[in-house]
């Protein structure tokens, strides 16, 4: 199970890192851009030369685009004759699908329907046809060059140039300063002729192309060609300028075609926060300036005193701020920014920096790095002393003991001392590894390891309770949402009531999206679950506490009742997408004790109430009970209120759910007493369950291990995981195709 978590949780954390960068980011670009013109001789003689360009075409291209710098190809064909002779329409510019740039396919295409004839004399206009590529009038297509493409025309002839134009050119001279203006490098293909090659001289020194020999091997010639075009993209260079706010510059680079800048050291300006730059630097194709980007009005943090300023008065829990350094607390017994009657109210953006030695010890409730966050808080790490946060109290958790109002925190990750586990530890409730409480906020991508949690009532490696609304029942609904959180697989939650590897409790229409919890579960007492110790919502099913897309992977241990592989009780609250993938134990033997499920312990309520929704999950651990002595009353409580996926039922099941019978072999069997062996079923015959589906279709299901494992979602049968969306949520398989659980497609990206 250990090495299992661990892969899962490196993947995960890949995830995480995209999400985690304070700046702008952009994607990756492909290669250089070329767009390549054939102005193309179609008179009478030039029938062979058109044919070996069709010919040879698709191997230039395919050289061009091989090379190691991924060179991107477009193409377009214009073709001339004479305009004396054969009249002003034989200057064409060819589409193809409507446009004038065309791939490799479309290019021979064209060039089949082309026909040598006409001409009848020497010279034939190509300065005409040259023009087209700088100018446009109405009886033609236009030719739009990308702007950040390099630029190639290659005039294929055995003629010298007719100065009859339509452009007003005096000579072929005049015609190459605009191709040169407009950085168009003209290459001539023209037989190895000194007479007519020196008429088109001007066109090579102007632009910087190259000639070709038009009547020797055109394969040889077209190969020139190539080497030409990748040693001028491969030379070239570009000039990237990074300036200031205030125009000074902070860097200027020679970039190659197609690679990127690389951005200076983040610049500081009084009283305002770098955000980024301006535009992309990458896949460069142009000079660029690009333009440092700044917020106004946040202050600097740069040493352990700036940060414990923040909390010295309330006029400072209202300000906002960015991180400037790394900053280690270590030789601090923190005392908590702010209070829980002044929590803080305006924005700490961390600039993806650390803070390093957090420790308290003896400082009562409401402890962590800030004692309440109602503002915004986003984009640092934070590194726990081995000495952790410890001492009497309640509220307590790494980054806040309280996490309030419309508050905001996002792009944290928190780490213990490895091998030590760091203690977040308090004397009395919520005591969480991240959050004591979090209520009516957005929590988004955070991950804590290396710790050990323990408290005496709500408690979890996340959070102790997450409240969808304020306590006070008179109170409109807010919406809480924590999402894409991870608990990973160092994390301990000990002793304690009401404990969850992700939190203690899931409360009042809050909702978890995408949070996976890998923490093992000791609790002492009641309610226990992988993910949650319970998910309720006692002000009805609207709105439902909601959980979506999320796992367990830890084992649970406990001795009391409501235990769960993924939620220990589940009340007025829905179960969309998940699994538990941990082992559940209930060890005390000295009483008989029910509410014991390898997905959910105990779900209060009834199936006709609609009071639980549990819809397309699946549990794969074992469920292990001891049996109390006869003697005891509640013994019935064996056979009515424990099941191999959920113990005591008040649910509605929906879609397809499923647990592995040979993780509880006794499962296969009736829910029956037999000597010291108890015979789980699936569910407990106490409370009531129901079917969505016809046929009790929904009702979970009792497999082998080899049906629920496949190494593609190909080879999964109809009859299984029918209605699971294998696209945006699940995935089954590893990389080299060996037979998994159904897992999140998002883990593994």
């Known amino acids: 199970m250990k090495s299992t978590n661990r892969v899962i949780a490196v993947f995960l954390a890949l995830v995480l890192i995209i999400s985690l960068a304070s700046m702008t980011v952009f994607a990756a670009p492909g290669g250089p851009k070329a767009d390549l013109v054939f102005v193309v001789d179609t008179t009478g003689s030039m029938g062979w030369a058109m044919y070996n360009l069709t010919y040879n075409i698709r191997d230039f291209v395919e050289e061009l685009e091989a090379n190691e710098m991924g060179i991107e190809i477009r193409l377009g064909i214009v073709e001339y004759k004479d305009v004396i002779d054969d009249g002003w329409h034989t200057t064409v510019v060819h589409t193809f699908n409507g446009s004038t740039w065309m791939d490799v396919d479309g290019f021979i295409s064209v060039m089949n329907t082309l026909r040598a004839g006409g001409g009848g004399r020497e010279p034939e206009s190509a300065i005409d046809a040259l023009g087209y590529l700088v100018k446009s009038e109405p009886s033609q297509p236009s030719v739009v060059w990308d702007d950040d493409a390099f630029k190639f025309a290659f005039l294929i002839t055995d003629a010298t140039p007719n100065p009859d134009n339509r452009w007003g050119y005096s000579s072929i001279a005049d015609v190459a300063v605009d191709l040169s203006t407009n950085n168009i490098v003209t290459s001539v293909i023209v037989q190895d002729n000194s007479y007519i090659r020196a008429f088109y001289d001007s066109l090579i020194d102007q632009t910087g192309g190259i000639f070709a020999d038009l009547a020797g091997n055109f394969a040889v010639s077209l190969q020139d060609l190539a080497e030409e075009i990748i040693h001028i993209i491969a030379t070239s260079t570009y000039t990237v300028t990074f300036v200031d706010w205030d125009g000074t510059v902070l860097d200027t680079q020679e970039i190659r075609p197609g690679e990127d800048a690389i951005a200076p050291s983040a610049p500081e300006r009084d009283n305002h926060f770098f955000t980024g730059w301006d535009v992309d630097f990458s896949n460069i194709s142009d000079d660029l300036t690009v333009?440092?980007?700044?917020?106004?009005?946040?202050?600097?943090?740069?040493?352990?005193?700036?940060?414990?300023?923040?909390?010295?008065?309330?006029?400072?829990?209202?300000?906002?701020?960015?991180?400037?350094?790394?900053?280690?607390?270590?030789?601090?017994?923190?005392?908590?920014?702010?209070?829980?009657?002044?929590?803080?109210?305006?924005?700490?953006?961390?600039?993806?920096?650390?803070?390093?030695?957090?420790?308290?010890?003896?400082?009562?409730?409401?402890?962590?790095?800030?004692?309440?966050?109602?503002?915004?808080?986003?984009?640092?790490?934070?590194?726990?002393?081995?000495?952790?946060?410890?001492?009497?109290?309640?509220?307590?958790?790494?980054?806040?003991?309280?996490?309030?109002?419309?508050?905001?925190?996002?792009?944290?990750?928190?780490?213990?001392?490895?091998?030590?586990?760091?203690?977040?530890?308090?004397?009395?409730?919520?005591?969480?590894?991240?959050?004591?409480?979090?209520?009516?906020?957005?929590?988004?991508?955070?991950?804590?390891?290396?710790?050990?949690?323990?408290?005496?009532?709500?408690?979890?490696?996340?959070?102790?309770?997450?409240?969808?609304?304020?306590?006070?029942?008179?109170?409109?609904?807010?919406?809480?949402?924590?999402?894409?959180?991870?608990?990973?697989?160092?994390?301990?939650?000990?002793?304690?009531?009401?404990?969850?590897?992700?939190?203690?409790?899931?409360?009042?229409?809050?909702?978890?999206?995408?949070?996976?919890?890998?923490?093992?579960?000791?609790?002492?007492?009641?309610?226990?679950?992988?993910?949650?110790?319970?998910?309720?919502?006692?002000?009805?099913?609207?709105?439902?506490?909601?959980?979506?897309?999320?796992?367990?992977?830890?084992?649970?241990?406990?001795?009391?009742?409501?235990?769960?592989?993924?939620?220990?009780?589940?009340?007025?609250?829905?179960?969309?997408?998940?699994?538990?993938?941990?082992?559940?134990?209930?060890?005390?033997?000295?009483?008989?004790?029910?509410?014991?499920?390898?997905?959910?312990?105990?779900?209060?309520?009834?199936?006709?109430?609609?009071?639980?929704?549990?819809?397309?999950?699946?549990?794969?651990?074992?469920?292990?009970?001891?049996?109390?002595?006869?003697?005891?009353?509640?013994?019935?409580?064996?056979?009515?209120?424990?099941?191999?996926?959920?113990?005591?039922a008040g649910v509605t099941m929906s879609g397809y759910n499923y647990f592995d019978v040979l993780a509880t072999p006794a499962a296969a069997g009736a829910t029956s007493r037999s000597g010291n062996t108890l015979l789980l079923g699936a569910f407990g015959s106490n409370g009531s369950i129901r079917s969505s589906l016809p046929g009790n279709a929904s009702l979970p299901q009792g497999l082998a291990t080899s049906q629920l494992q496949y190494g593609s979602v190909g080879e999964i049968p109809a009859t299984v995981f029918t209605g699971w969306d294998f696209n945006a949520v699940w995935s089954i398989g590893d990389a080299d195709g060996n037979p998994s659980y159904p897992y999140f497609a998002w883990i593994f990206g």
């Open 291 to 648: 333009t440092a980007q700044y917020l106004s009005g946040y202050n600097a943090i740069r040493t352990a005193a700036d940060l414990v300023a923040v909390g010295s008065s309330t006029a400072n829990l209202s300000k906002k701020y960015w991180l400037a350094n790394d900053i280690d607390i270590s030789h601090l017994n923190w005392q908590a920014i702010g209070s829980f009657t002044h929590g803080f109210t305006g924005v700490l953006e961390g600039n993806g920096k650390t803070i390093s030695g957090l420790w308290s010890s003896g400082r009562g409730s409401n402890q962590g790095l800030f004692a309440r966050i109602d503002g915004e808080v986003r984009n640092f790490n934070i590194a726990l002393d081995s000495r952790g946060i410890t001492g009497a109290g309640e509220r307590k958790g790494a980054l806040a003991g309280n996490i309030y109002n419309g508050a905001l925190v996002e792009n944290i990750n928190i780490r213990g001392v490895q091998g030590q586990q760091s203690r977040i530890e308090g004397s009395l409730n919520y005591i969480g590894g991240v959050v004591g409480v979090v209520n009516n906020a957005s929590v988004k991508n955070v991950t804590i390891d290396n710790v050990t949690v323990k408290g005496l009532e709500y408690q979890g490696g996340f959070a102790g309770a997450i409240y969808g609304r304020n306590n006070s029942r008179n109170l409109p609904s807010r919406q809480t949402l924590v999402e894409n959180c991870i608990v990973w697989d160092n994390v301990q939650i000990e002793k304690g009531y009401t404990a969850g590897g992700f939190a203690g409790i899931l409360y009042e229409g809050a909702s978890m999206y995408r949070c996976v919890s890998m923490a093992t579960v000791e609790n002492h007492s009641n309610y226990a679950g992988g993910l949650l110790g319970k998910a309720h919502n006692t002000l009805g099913t609207t709105p439902r506490t909601t959980v979506e897309q999320c796992a367990a992977y830890g084992d649970v241990t406990a001795n009391g009742y409501a235990i769960g592989g993924l939620i220990g009780e589940l009340l007025n609250s829905t179960v969309t997408d998940s699994y538990a993938r941990g082992n559940v134990t209930r060890t005390d033997s000295t009483a008989n004790t029910g509410g014991i499920g390898g997905l959910v312990g105990y779900a209060s309520g009834t199936a006709s109430a609609n009071n639980n929704v549990i819809t397309n999950t699946y549990s794969s651990g074992s469920v292990t009970l001891h049996r109390g002595p006869a003697t005891l009353t509640n013994t019935a409580l064996y056979v009515t209120e424990n099941g191999a996926f959920v113990g005591r």
